[in-house]
């Protein structure tokens, strides 16, 4: 039986207003490095939807690109890109249903092939980024309204799902010893799961980090090699086999882009390790093309980078028919709720928490979690999963004073 305050609620809610913010934290000196990236100022574009029954949605992208800019001052300073919500989104929803999820995603998708982008010199990436973090912030709303926390909207039961860590970075001054102190503290914090970075050595010393890595953490925590597209295919089939006897759950993005899906076919056809990918596929038409021709076993896809919720739903069914699991890259607290909900949600990605340290030097070495400060409210970790809670919504809240200390305003 419908509770009559809830129906009313979803019969009058409208959207009354779209706040954007873009916050840059300070840069990272010296970089943390990939295989081929580096990684050297966290940023964030925020996404608060507003509606006239006093439901706020929260979204948020941690990849859009061409937001800010680093000025002379050495400040950064709003970039082109950050106009796209007020000149070109926000008048589409204004005064629109949030609860008409598909709807609007349709609508701003639209914007992605119109002549408005271009004109402006907005990117297609950048508006997939806003589109992201605004259907974000549309499903916040529409569980709001239930009273529901958003993986049991979409039918999840279980509130605790499996997480891996991320680590194992190259950094300027990190060596052997450093890298296992890193995985060990991983270790003894209850991490099941590990994944580390290959590539941005000679496969001779990346084997013997590997190997390192396996001797501090054991024969039980699962072990997954990312290498960031480092390798060309007939490489990557080499390292595979170096890689093999160590005892590797999968290997990630191991193809250069420029072979694509067929690359990643021949590596994964050769190699006894399971492969993963695609968290930079924009659309669930990329991830279906991935998942049925280049014989991948582990979906990436990031919905904070792209598409938001609505499109990682349906890359998890074209995903499932195909039997591919979905492990999504990065964006913990959000992507929990979808594996969670999903029949083949595997497992979700974390950097470490910065409480888990009791000195900065501890922390050197460690690409740890700097955008966990964002929230004063957010789901909990405990014995190397995330445990959602059944508050409305995402069960996350933004820390107000963080938010005013990062902004970028005009």
């Keep these: 039986m419908s509770d009559p305050a809830i129906d009313e609620v979803l019969r009058l809610v409208k959207i009354t207003s779209v706040e954007a913010k873009v916050l840059v934290w300070p840069a990272i000196d010296p970089p943390f490095w990939m295989s081929l990236l580096p990684v050297n100022r966290p940023h964030e574009l925020v996404m608060l939807v507003h509606t006239d029954e006093r439901l706020t949605g929260i979204g948020h992208s941690d990849q859009a690109g061409d937001v800010f800019r680093g000025g002379s001052d050495g400040q950064p300073h709003l970039a082109n890109a950050s106009r796209i919500v007020p000149d070109a989104i926000a008048p589409l929803l204004t005064g629109e249903d949030p609860l008409q999820v598909e709807s609007l995603w349709q609508k701003i998708f639209a914007l992605t092939y119109r002549h408005h982008w271009n004109a402006e010199g907005w990117s297609r990436s950048s508006m997939l980024s806003a589109l992201a973090a605004i259907d974000m912030a549309l499903w916040d709303i529409r569980a709001k309204a239930k009273g529901l926390p958003v993986f049991r909207l979409l039918g999840g039961e279980d509130p605790q799902v499996p ?72 490489t990557a089939i080499e390292a595979a086999a170096e890689y093999q006897d160590i005892g590797i759950y999968w290997f990630e993005e191991p193809v250069a882009w420029y072979e694509g899906n067929t690359g990643l076919r021949k590596v994964s056809e050769a190699i006894e390790i399971d492969v993963a990918g695609g968290e930079q596929t924009a659309t669930h038409w990329e991830a279906a093309e991935m ?3 280049a014989a991948i076993k582990f979906m990436e896809f990031d919905c904070m980078r792209t598409g938001g919720p609505t499109e990682w739903l349906r890359v998890a069914d074209v995903c499932r028919r195909v039997g591919v699991q979905m492990a999504p890259h990065h964006g913990a607290h959000i992507h929990a709720h979808l594996v969670a ?13 910065p409480s888990m340290y009791s000195t900065p030097e501890e922390l050197e070495f460690v690409r740890w979690d700097r955008k966990r400060e964002l929230f004063s409210v957010h789901p909990e970790v405990r014995d190397g999963s995330m445990w959602l809670s059944d508050i409305p919504g995402w069960g996350i809240e933004l820390d107000e004073d963080v938010v005013g200390r990062l902004e970028v305003k005009e």
């Design 163 to 234: 997480m891996y860590i991320a680590g194992g970075y190259y950094r300027e001054g990190k060596g052997l010893s450093e890298l296992a102190d890193e995985c060990h503290q991983y270790s003894a914090h209850g991490y099941n799961a590990l994944k580390v970075r290959v590539g941005g050595m000679s496969l001779e010393e990346d084997v013997e980090r590997v190997r390192v890595i396996r001797e501090t953490v054991g024969p039980d925590m699962k072990l997954m090699l990312d290498a960031n597209e480092a390798y060309d295919s007939d």
């Design 291 to 293: 998942a049925s021709e």
């Design 341 to 353: 909900a999903a029949s083949n949600g595997l497992i979700v990605e974390a950097f470490p928490d």
